[in-house]
């Protein structure tokens, strides 16, 4: 079926800005597609131009950079999974793209795609806020670096203007010593593939056993990925054991607000599972970070 | 355009293709690589896999100019050579394992697990579940998968391969059946040879697309072409006025139209169909013919469609919105009452679902005089192909002889491929277009369009004395028809005569009710309506237990049909009933399979466990006093092959080895001397429906006696020839032995034909009569028993349910190809699993939310529980060697023994389905003991 017309395939950042701009906001940028493609099926006889942005090599980098790993926006779910420094250093992030579709959609589609699409429960994107991720946009008037939380304007509302503007990479910081992050989800077996609620955290302890940075990040719970900063915040200087993540995870629950949503969760099944996967993630991020020694 | 240059199977290729062709266009119809198989285009279903430098992807969503530079291989790439192809360990490993069935999946399972293979030469079934997640099957339930694809492994390792899950079955007085000898198509599916509807190819084919309904329900008050027809590349824009013969089809009571006239009844409805010389044309076309319309209430709810203020379906009917008022009344169900010490009365609900076989309906029309075709013609993969050439024929204002029916491969069906689809529309526009025309449905329009399982509302009332025999059974069903009646009066027929469970009732009282509404239309899904009683019989029969504190097994042995039982039909059992030898063969394994000892539920941590069990029985064959037939002709070759023709249905189910076999055993002749050609209606006579699991029964009866006439016919020549007495001509082995001497068959065929007779016999056999409800007579010929039991794993944490272990037992009569039988269980459990825990279609005021198979999850391969499989072989005397029907039964009872198992573990007894775990973990939270909420009930 004919879902485009025209088909670019640019090999450079320059190139692609270049085609976005000469197409006047007529034109999309695509990587794999698993969303785009799907939306504009269902969009029926809207024909557009796709730029397809996965042959250009600066954002298939994957590089570390000090405590960092640059990872370009074209990265594939796939290589993240296999990405060895992410695998120990950014665990949250490998367990959150491994679990997203089945191997022939993680073998195409993008982190820069998972980003950009800016869904509240995107796998792979509340990882990277866990991380503290930023992103790097580039448009016609250069690049910027963003904390990768302000890109997020409400559900599928990205601050990238996906018809001048594109997601070239990503700064990934990397655990540290005593540091480490664990993700969890769950799904419900029936209807859409979208989660009823991730949860990414993590933990970086001190010398004397407490929790030193916390960090937590839930999704579906707001029309944004959304930080539990009154758990954060809470947790910080306690002793890092399974007592205080219980009641982190109390605290999660009585914090944050999640909604029903048709077909995938109530909001009491939300509320339950804030807490459980709140404990769980944290308790595995901190069994982690117990048994880093990096 | 653009220019694309890449390789494909190590062939290096450079086209001009279209910028919008994806990589499985570009393969299908720029290379004519049909092997690659479309099944959603949402890239949901994964059969369209194909590997990109190695890696897979899916080719549906792959824009075919990012391939540009790649090494793409595809199910074509994997064999070598020429037939007999050298096949790929995997190609080899899923026939050796039985995990081909339709077929229509296996290019895609075969892709994936290729890569799997290449980055993991030894994976685990953890491996292989992981990698396969997000490739579907419909028929195997995924176990033969798993282990062809562990035997693969080995083999390519060099150890030796894994023996395939053969069941134990008794077969020592045959010969060839009773063995598990491969299809004829096997070979072909595995290598993308075999050809489905969809790749067949005329020239100078059109493509036709069909407007439907924008309304549920609505008067059609105009139709405006004009705009559509004079788009270039239209060639006909049809609408009611363009139908000549008779606008009404249905299979019981015509009601349905080709083309929609007073009003639109359900979204699937069809109003307009278009040929053009591109499917992009004819799809953009829709959007210029314009409907007026005046919507109508909306029927959406079976209960409320009875009610006099509702809105009527069709005005016409006589009782209104009810279709038909089904009654079972068997003993007196007053005294039945008064008799028992224990009374369980609950209401249960079903949800619809969808058979989502893999291949989406497509249909060819063909014009007379066009490509050799003496008459109008229409290639399609339908379970009925005559009944499909009767309608058509009377849609075109045809004689029937005037349409041919050629059925092809057919990619899962399941019942959902009874009724017409496209076979009308592509006749008219074939006509009158003079032009080849193919229609092929998106998975979009297959799910709005195609009949579902009804769903139901059943109130239930069981009675039984404190012993634990049962006293009474009264039940109330609604079914939900949808718009036309389809086979809802045979569906629910069965619903209601089944709701007894296949139990001993003196006593019982049931009522259903069939009614019209604007949902989607139900019809026939395997297990025919006793899938939904048995879901209510069998919880009822656990909640007995309980109140009588016997042991389920217990109150099912005190209570279950035996040899001398009368149903509630009033139908003597006489033989072949194998329901307690099932009992106690899943007994004895829940026993083993229960670490420490059996208890029927325990606690890990935060995890419960249950065992929950359930019976259940299947009528073999249309019953009710319909007349059960199937015709099967079988002819010699000089070559020393024959061929049997039978216009039957194999939709992966495996009947062309079942006729196969039953003709090559009366032949005494090499199964692989045998070939099969299926439904083509100028060519193979008629089998009747492929149908209530009558197939092995009825039509492989009739290659049965087909092959022993032609036998007798040979041996009288032979005997005339030869001149030796009849008596002492033998057949062995595809030689003729008589008199110290042999011959073999196929010179024995030439000598024949040399004399002027054809060496071939054809025959009609009759199934046993049967009687319609009511009369107290036999309604069936043959029925089927199954016990299942279920052990399920539910987080108590999240509401998570997982089916571990599936134990059946089976009484099928006979086993004619036990790895084939072994695969209709392992895929049936896996059906019942899904109609459980993941299935629902869901429709909203008559408007599908259902239309998208992201919308959709019918079980994947993460699903797929182990399978412990008992075949029980209780004779009846009038099947084929003793069989009786397969196809449906494995997969009636593991949806109750799957909830029954979910209240031993938790304490929640589940009344609606499928089963929600939100609301399960609410229900574990809070210690309520009864959840009446299901998935879609989450708004």
């Keep these: 079926m004919k879902l485009w017309s025209k088909y670019h395939i640019p090999t450079s950042v320059e190139e692609a800005l270049a085609l976005l701009a000469s197409y006047q ?11 785009l493609l799907i939306e504009m099926q269902q969009a029926s006889h809207v024909l557009t131009t796709l730029i397809d942005v996965t042959k250009i090599p600066e ?127 769950i799904m419900r077996p029936q209807g859409v593939a979208l989660p009823v609620l991730g949860c990414a955290a993590r933990v970086r302890l001190d010398d004397q056993g407490r929790f030193e940075e916390v960090s937590l990040c839930l999704a579906p719970v707001a029309p944004t990925p959304i930080r539990a ?13 399974e007592a205080s993540i219980l009641e982190g995870a109390r605290l999660a629950r009585q914090t944050l607000h999640p909604r029903t949503s048709k077909y995938r969760a109530t909001a009491a099944y939300r509320e339950e599972m804030i807490e459980l996967l709140t404990r769980r993630s944290l308790s595995a991020a901190l069994e982690r970070a117990e048994g880093s020694v990096l | ?165 053969i069941p134990e079955t008794d077969h020592a007085d045959l010969r060839v059946v009773g063995q598990s000898v491969p299809s004829q198509e096997a070979v072909g599916k595995v290598t993308g040879k075999a050809k489905y509807t969809d790749d067949y190819h005329f020239p100078g084919m059109l493509h036709g697309r069909t407007l439907r309904a924008a309304y549920p329900h609505a008067r059609i008050k105009a139709i405006r072409t004009e705009a559509a027809k004079s788009v270039p590349g239209v060639y006909a824009v049809l609408t009611h006025a363009d139908v000549p013969g008779r606008n009404r089809h249905g299979l019981v009571h015509l009601d349905w139209p080709a083309l929609c006239d007073d009003k639109v009844r359900y979204m699937g409805d069809p109003v307009a169909v278009v040929a053009a010389e591109s499917e992009e044309i004819a799809a953009e076309v829709l959007h210029l013919i314009e409907v007026d319309y005046e919507p109508l209430p909306v029927v959406d709810d079976p209960e409320l469609a009875r009610r006099p203020e509702s809105a009527l379906v069709h005005e016409q009917w006589e009782t209104g919105n009810l279709l038909k008022h089904i009654k079972v009344r068997h003993g007196d169900i007053e005294q039945g009452f008064a008799e028992a010490d224990v009374i369980i009365e609950r209401e249960y609900r079903t949800a619809t679902t969808e058979h989502a076989f893999l291949e989406p309906e497509c249909a060819i029309g063909v014009p007379k005089g066009v490509e050799g075709h003496e008459v109008l013609t229409v290639y399609v993969g339908s379970q009925i192909p005559y009944q499909d050439r009767d309608q058509v024929a009377a849609a075109l204002n045809l004689p029937a002889h005037e349409v041919r029916i050629v059925g092809t491969l057919i990619g899962g069906g399941f019942g959902g491929k009874e009724d017409i689809a496209g076979q009308i529309h592509v006749a008219l526009l074939a006509n009158v277009t003079g032009r080849p025309v193919k229609m ?104 007995l237990a309980a109140t009588l504190g016997i042991d389920p097994l217990e109150l099912r042995r005190i209570n279950a049909q035996r040899v001398g039982a009368v149903t509630a039909t009033g139908q003597l059992l006489r033989e072949s009933v194998g329901l307690l030898d099932s009992l106690d063969k899943v007994a004895q394994t829940m026993n083993a399979e229960t670490p420490g000892g059996f208890r029927w539920s325990w606690r890990e941590g935060s995890k419960a466990y249950g065992w929950g069990v359930a019976c259940a029985y299947k009528n073999t064959g249309l019953g009710g006093g319909a007349p059960d037939k199937a015709g099967a002709e079988v002819e010699a070759f000089e070559d020393g092959s024959f061929e049997v023709r039978t216009a ?17 055993e009366e032949l005494h002749v090499p199964y692989a001397r045998m070939r099969v050609l299926l439904s083509d209606t100028a060519r193979t006579p008629n089998g009747g429906p492929t149908t209530a699991s009558r197939q092995t029964y009825v039509t492989g009866n009739a290659a049965r006696l087909a092959a022993a006439s032609l036998r007798d016919a040979m041996t009288r020549f032979c005997a005339e020839y030869y001149d030796v007495p009849p008596t002492q001509i033998r057949f062995e082995e595809g030689l003729i032995r008589y008199d110290g001497q042999s011959v073999e068959v196929g010179e024995v065929a030439r000598l ?136 449906e039964i494995a997969s009636i009872n593991t949806t109750p023994a799957i909830t029954n198992a979910i209240a031993h573990a938790v304490g929640v007894r589940v009344y609606s389905l499928p089963v929600d775990q939100d609301a399960l973990l609410r229900a574990i939270k809070s210690g309520s003991r009864e959840l009446y909420s299901a998935w879609q009930d989450v708004k």
């Design chain 2, 440 to 543: 092929r449905y998106t998975r979009q329009e297959s799910l709005i369009f195609h009949p579902k399982r009804h769903a139901t509302l059943i109130r239930i009332k069981t009675g039984a004395k404190r012993d634990g025999k049962l006293t009474a059974v009264q039940a109330e069903l609604y079914g939900d028809g949808g718009a036309y009646a389809s086979l809802s009066d045979k569906v629910l027929t069965r619903a209601t005569t089944h709701a007894t469970g296949p139990y001993l009732v003196a006593n019982a009282k049931i009522d259903c009710y069939a009614m019209y509404t604007n949902n989607p239309v139900s019809g026939a899904f395997r297990g025919f309506g006793v899938t939904q009683s048995a879901f209510a019989v069998e919880s009822n029969m656990d909640l």
């Design chain 2, 648 to 664: 039957s249905a194999d939709m992966g189910q495996g009947l062309v080895m079942v006729v196969a076999q039953c003709a090559a």
């Design chain 2, 1 to 165: 355009m653009a220019e694309l240059s890449l390789t494909v199977n190590g062939q290096a290729i450079r086209r001009e293709i279209p910028e919008w062709r994806t990589l499985a266009e570009f393969l299908r119809d720029d290379l004519g690589l049909t092997g690659t198989k479309i099944g959603c285009n949402e890239a949901e279903c994964g059969i369209c896999t194909v590997l990109v430098d190695g890696t897979p992807v899916n080719s549906c969503i792959y824009p075919a100019l990012r391939a540009g530079g790649s090494e793409v291989t595809t199910i074509e790439g994997l064999a070598h050579g020429e037939q007999p192809y050298q096949l790929d360990p995997l190609q080899h490993e899923f026939i050796h394992h039985g995990a081909v069935q339709c077929g229509f999946c296996t290019p895609g399972l075969i892709m994936t697990a290729r890569a799997l293979l290449n980055g993991n030469p030894s994976p685990s079934e953890d491996d292989i579940k992981h990698a396969l997640k997000d490739t579907y099957c419909r028929c195997t339930g995924y176990t033969s998968v798993i282990r062809a694809i562990q035997s693969a492994a080995r083999v390519e390792q060099g150890e030796t391969p894994i023996t395939p899950a």
């Design chain 1, 229 to 241: 900063e009154a758990v954060e915040k809470w947790l910080v200087g306690r002793p890092a054991q």
């Design chain 2, 752 to 887: 024949m034909k040399a004399e002027g007779v054809r060496p071939s016999a054809l025959y009609e056999y009759t199934a046993p009569q049967t009687q319609p409800l009511g009369t107290g007579g036999d309604m069936h010929f043959a029925f089927s028993y199954a016990t299942q039991a279920a052990l399920v794993e539910v987080d108590t944490e999240t509401g998570e349910v997982r089916v571990l272990t599936v134990v059946a037992g089976n009484d099928i009569g006979r086993a004619i190809n036990p790895l084939s039988l072994q695969g209709q269980i392992e895929g049936g459990i896996v059906m019942g699993l899904g109609n459980a825990l993941t299935e629902a279609f869901i429709t909203e005021q008559g408007v599908p939310w259902t239309h998208l198979l992201a919308r959709y999850k019918m079980p994947s391969i993460r699903h797929s529980p182990q399978i412990i499989s008992h075949i029980i072989e209780a004779r009846t005397t009038d099947g084929p060697y003793g069989a009786k029907g397969v196809g």
């Design chain 1, 25 to 35: 906001g007529q034109a999309r940028l695509v990587a794999g597609g698993t969303d």
């Design chain 1, 59 to 185: 954002l298939r980098v994957q590089e570390l950079d000090g405590d960092s790993l640059i990872l370009g926006a074209g990265v594939t779910h796939s290589q993240i999974v296999q990405n060895s420094v992410l695998q120990t250093r950014a665990t949250c992030l490998v367990e959150s793209c491994g679990v997203v579709g089945g191997p022939q959609v993680r073998n195409v589609a993008t982190i820069g795609g998972n980003v950009a699409h800016a869904l509240p429960a995107a796998d792979g994107t509340i990882s990277l806020i866990t991380l503290g991720a930023q992103a790097e946009v580039a448009s016609s008037n250069g690049r910027r670096w963003y904390d990768l939380h302000d890109l997020f304007l409400g559900a599928g509302k990205s601050l990238v203007d996906s018809t001048r503007q594109m997601i070239t990479r990503f700064r990934v910081p990397l655990s540290r010593h005593r540091e480490a992050s664990a993700f969890e989800r």
